[in-house]
Structures are given as structure tokens and as C-alpha cells.
């Protein structure tokens, strides 16, 4: 610690909210360069290692192979994919010297296609799985939790390539599992959810959340197993009601009524119904924004919701990918004069309509629905405006919130809502990228097939936020075994020369025995005070002291999880840190 590089803070970094980011920064794990940009110091370091290390080890474990891209990359095979714009103000894009467009790798699908098309040719070949511990870049709109959220990176990719689908499915039942040991071994609460493939295409898609508060991912799950992150859940469709019997539509005056609350107000007071009160959920809002696409093209869209929902901004963007949602500002107001900011209606959305806005609805606006929704006319809104007879929209989208209580599309109970922190996500890519780049190889019958591939992912440098985010206190970090950046944290209490040396020898004694020991050697002006509450903060799970206790051979053993102290005579000290 006398030559360690560290320097511990007393206070919280004034940009730092969640616990891991605040705790990293404080205890010298990391250190702040740009917004999403962190620089690793020696005990960062550390534990980035050992992180790595678990996940090389299972890697190894199911035969996969580790390789290393460049991060740097030329633009010409995300052209091919068509990523090159797909992937739109995420990328960090620059030029070399004569011109040419780069960029810097977001994710590595294009190399590992290419570099396996390079070298192999046949079935015989297959299946392969290799992977990389690398650096990636993604200019994200809102980094965010020091290194939970970074622009530049730490993943470990991982493509697996077979000739057929039974061999894709293996190789991607192989790393689920592999995934599975892993995240185990980082000791982190985590559950597997049913994940949306989003940009990336193909099929089966799984994530593994670790389980927070802090968490920027919505999961749901249900009594009966089901689980999946909130893009993936589907609507369970109502049938169809008939409304032969359903009064006619009725525009009627509904004064000062923008919002669904005044709205459903306004109906109970002017309205009121036999059966029941109004409610937000027999409302329909239709709620407009702006999809961007990748090659800038600004297209409207208007998303009729049961009043009672809002649009989820990610469920949205995830099905609307790769175009990305903007607000629909005034000036779109004003491009589309038949839109009564408030009062909007199905009567003036549609492909078909004045408007020519494209309507899509929620699935659960079947047919035969009777709702209360917007006349087109200030202060205005249409009661039993029945779906299927007085209006039909261009199709329905999975964009309204889901709710705490809605069923699982499996039909095993009602779903519960938590957050997590998306720590790995493993896809069966199938042949879209092989196509794409024409990786083909000769089968048994020397006909030339498409590979299909599978691409699986971990963030490293955010599972030790992720890990951080749970092993924490009130006083600082605490490691678990595994990740700790040393074994042991040594302190010397006290000046007297006997117990200086004693301590330096316990040191000895120790490294020894090949532990990994962090030695508070620190003299002088440091107090013992200053030295235990560095000890706290950075979080080596056993801190053993050296003081006063040592003239009588007993050093003190503190388990810095449960601050339980034990002492121990000298000369048992090594079989009761291995116990
Ligand atoms: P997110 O939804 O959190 O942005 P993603 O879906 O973009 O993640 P992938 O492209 O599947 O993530 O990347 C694989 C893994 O890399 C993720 O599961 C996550 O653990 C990690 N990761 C992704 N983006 C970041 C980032 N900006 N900072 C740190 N880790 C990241
Ligand atoms: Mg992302």
C-alpha cells in the first residue's frame, strides 16, 4: 500500500448515483475520463482480470477458442450487412489518412464470418466456435453508471458456426450452459429471459439479467417459469367480440379534456354508465411519434393504447429498429393540419386517410372493442366507436407498457415486474450473416451449403459494476472470493519495531503460500483508523491485523462481509484462511 497507485476518496463523485460507479470511483477501482470513458487503475485491473479469467476457463470448457480482432475496423463488410448505416449515430465512424471510412467496432458478427470464410471450406471443419476478449465502441445516447453503461468497453464475443440447424442449436445449448457456470461463478442473483433479437435478426435470443434495483432492463416473470425481458413479451390476444347489438357511434362535447384523467372524469360526470364507472381502459389513445431510419428519412407514426397504458419507449424502439422514435414536435403538428393536438381520432389516422399517418394499434383493440377515443375536433371525443366496423387500423404493434398482472403469453399466470442489468445475451444469429458475406462450405454431398452461426455475448467490464452493484455496504465493497482483487488485506497496527517486523513477515509467510496479499505497510502519518476504513472500502473479503496482539503470537482475523473478528495464534493463521 506504501507504493500501491491509489488513492481512496472520502466522498461520492458528484456524477456518480448508483452504488457500484460511486464505490469503484472512491476505492481507486476507476477513474473518469470522458463521459462513458474510464480509465483502469491497478485494483480495477485486478478484478477485470479475474473476471476474464472465469469466463476464458468455460469458454475453454465447451472448445471454444479465443482470437483477437482489431477494434479498428474498414467500413466495406458492415456495408455488406448493411450495418454501416443500420447502425446510425451508435457507431464511432472516422477516416484514415487517404479517406477511407472506419470505424470502431460496436460488435464483431462481419470479422469472424469473414475470417472464417477466409480459411475454412468444408463441412469437416465444423462445427467451430471461437471467441475474443476485446475492446468495443458504441456511441450510446446515454452512458451512464460509470462502467455499467460505457462508450468504450469491455465484451467477450463469442460466433459459433455449423453446417445445420441441429448443430446450431448444440453449440448454442453448449454456451447457454457455459454461460450459466459462468454467471454462477460471478456469484450475482441472475435470471435467463426470452429476449427480442432486435437488429441483430434470427430467432432464438436469451438474456441473462443480474437482478437490481439499479437495472436499466424491465423483466417480467410468472408463477409458472415463464420469463423475458419486457421488448420480448407478447400481448395474449383477446377474442373477438361480436357487435351486432353495439349502439351506433356518437360524437359528443367533451370540453377541456386532453388528458385520459379528464377525459374519463368528464365521461362519469356527463356520461355515466349503467354497468360501471368509466375507466382509462375504455379510452383508446392514440399517441404519435417520429421514426427516424437510418438513412435519415422521417416517416410518422400514430400508436393507438388502451388509455390505461402508456407506449413503452423501449418496446417501441425495439420493434422499430433500426429506425430509431423522435417526439412528434410542433412543426410535425403543423405539417398534418387534420391532427387536434388532444383530440386525435382513428378517423384521421391511417394509410388511407387525409393524414396518410400509418395506425398501428395494440393487439388488444380486437374487433368488436368499443372505445372512447378522439373526434378529430377540439374538445371532442367519439363514444362506442366499436374496432372492425366504425374504424380499422393498418396493422397492431407490440409498443404499450406491460403491467404488473397481464398474463403470460404462455399462459403460465400473471406476470410480476422487476429490473436487471442485461449481463449476456446469446443469439441464434442462423445464416443472415453468412448469407450476407456468402460463407458457404462443401456438405457431405460436395454441395456448397450456407453456415449458420450463433453469436453470444458477455459484458465483462460491467460484470464487475454488475458485481459491484450487489457486493457493497454502507462502508465500501466487499468482494466475493473469486474476484477479489487480492486474498488477503494485511494491516500493521501500531509502530513498535517488533510488530513492523512480525507484520512484514506474516507478509512473507503468506505470498508464500501463494496468496495474493495487499499488504497496509503504510507508516508514519497513516492512523490504523485510516487503514481499517481503506480496508472497508476496498473490499478484500478477509483483512487480517497485525498489532498488539502479536507480542502474544495472535493476529486478528476480520471477515470484512459479516465484520466478524476472530483472533488467531500465528501459527494457525494459514489453516484458518484456507478453512
Ligand atoms: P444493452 O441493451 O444494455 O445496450 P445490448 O443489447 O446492446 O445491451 P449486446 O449487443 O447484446 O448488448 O452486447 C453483449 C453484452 O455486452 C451485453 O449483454 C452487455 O453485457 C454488454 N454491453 C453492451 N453494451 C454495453 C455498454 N455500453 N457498456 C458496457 N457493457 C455493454
Ligand atoms: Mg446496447
Known amino acids: ?66 482470437v483477437r480482432f482489431p477494434a479498428l475496423l474498414p467500413r466495406e463488410p458492415y456495408e455488406a450487412t448493411n450495418r454501416w448505416v443500420e447502425y446510425g449515430p451508435n457507431v464511432f465512424r472516422l477516416k484514415d489518412r487517404k479517406g477511407n471510412d472506419m470505424m470502431l467496432g460496436p460488435t464483431h458478427e462481419e470479422f469472424f464470418t469473414l475470417l472464417v470464410k477466409d480459411l475454412y471450406s468444408s463441412y469437416k471443419d465444423l462445427p467451430l466456435s471461437i471467441y475474443q476478449i476485446q475492446t468495443k465502441y458504441r456511441d450510446e445516447a446515454r452512458p451512464r453508471a460509470g462502467i455499467l453503461r460505457g462508450r468504450e468497453f469491455i465484451m467477450k464475443d463469442s460466433y459459433s458456426f455449423d453446417v445445420d440447424d441441429a448443430g446450431l442449436e448444440r453449440s448454442y445449448q453448449a454456451h447457454r450452459e457455459a454461460y450459466v457456470r459462468i454467471f454462477d461463478r460471478l456469484g450475482f442473483e441472475y435470471v435467463i429471459v426470452h429476449a427480442q ?24 416473470r410468472s408463477p409458472g417459469g415463464y420469463a423475458a425481458n419486457v421488448e420480448a413479451v407478447t400481448t395474449v390476444v383477446p377474442d373477438a367480440i361480436p357487435y351486432d347489438d353495439a349502439p351506433a357511434a356518437h360524437a359528443e362535447q367533451t370540453p377541456e379534456t386532453p388528458t385520459i384523467d379528464t377525459l374519463v372524469d368528464h365521461l362519469n360526470e356527463a356520461f355515466p354508465r349503467d354497468d360501471r364507472p368509466w375507466e382509462a381502459a375504455d379510452t383508446l389513445k392514440n399517441v404519435l411519434v417520429i421514426l427516424r431510419q437510418p438513412d435519415g428519412t422521417r416517416e410518422p407514426l400514430a400508436i393507438g393504447v388502451p388509455g390505461d397504458r402508456e407506449v413503452d419507449a423501449k418496446r417501441l424502439e425495439a420493434v422499430v429498429s433500426p429506425a430509431e422514435v423522435e417526439p412528434f414536435e410542433a412543426k410535425d403538428f403543423a405539417a398534418h393540419p387534420a391532427l387536434v393536438k388532444g383530440y386525435i381520432g382513428p378517423g384521421a389516422l391511417g394509410a388511407d386517410s387525409d393524414s396518410g399517418i400509418r395506425y398501428l394499434v395494440d393487439p388488444r383493440v380486437v374487433d368488436g372493442t368499443r372505445w372512447v377515443t378522439g373526434a378529430n375536433v377540439e374538445g371532442s371525443h ?103 482483487p487480492f486474498d488477503v488485506h494485511l494491516i500493521v497496527a501500531g509502530k513498535d519495531e517488533a510488530v513492523v517486523a512480525g507484520a512484514e513477515q506474516v507478509y512473507q509467510d503468506l505470498i508464500g503460500e501463494g496468496l495474493e496479499v495487499l499488504f497496509d505497510d503504510r507508516l508514519g502519518k497513516v492512523s490504523p483508523g485510516v487503514k481499517f476504513k481503506d480496508a472497508e472500502l476496498i473490499g478484500v473479503p478477509t483483512i487480517v491485523v497485525v498489532g498488539k496482539g502479536f507480542a502474544d503470537g495472535v493476529v486478528e482475523v476480520k471477515d470484512r462481509a459479516t465484520g466478524e473478528r476472530t483472533d488467531v495464534a500465528l501459527a494457525d493463521l494459514m489453516a484458518h484462511l484456507r478453512g
Open 382 to 484: 367519439v363514444i362506442d366507436l366499436v374496432a372492425g366496423r366504425d374504424f380499422t387500423a393498418d396493422g397492431t404493434i407490440e409498443a404499450a407498457e406491460v403491467k404488473a398482472g397481464d398474463p403470460a403469453p404462455d399462459g403460465s399466470g400473471p406476470l410480476e415486474l422487476a429490473r436487471g442489468i442485461e449481463m449476456g445475451h446469446i443469439f441464434q444469429l442462423g445464416r443472415k450473416y453468412a448469407e450476407a458475406l456468402e460463407l458457404k462450405v462443401l456438405d457431405e454431398n460436395g454441395k456448397l451449403v450456407t453456415v449458420t452461426m450463433g453469436s453470444y455475448g458477455v459484458g465483462v467490464s460491467r460484470a464487475v459494476a454488475a458485481v459491484a452493484e450487489y457486493a457493497h455496504d454502507d462502508l465500501g465493497l466487499v468482494w466475493p472470493k473469486e474476484l477479489s
Open 197 to 220: 433479437s432486435g437488429a441483430m435478426g434470427g430467432s432464438a435470443s436469451e438474456e441473462f439479467l443480474a437482478v437490481s434495483e439499479t437495472g436499466e432492463d424491465t423483466f417480467v
Open 1 to 66: 500500500m506504501s507504493r500501491l497507485f491509489l488513492r481512496t476518496l472520502r466522498d461520492d463523485p458528484a456524477d456518480a448515483e448508483v452504488p457500484s460507479h460511486k464505490l469503484l470511483v472512491r476505492a481507486g477501482y476507476v477513474r473518469r475520463v470522458a463521459p462513458g470513458i474510464y480509465s483502469w487503475l491497478p485494483l480495477g485491473l485486478k478484478v477485470l482480470a479475474k473476471v476474464e479469467k472465469i469466463i476464458r476457463e468455460e469458454m475453454e470448457e465447451i472448445g471454444a477458442q479465443e
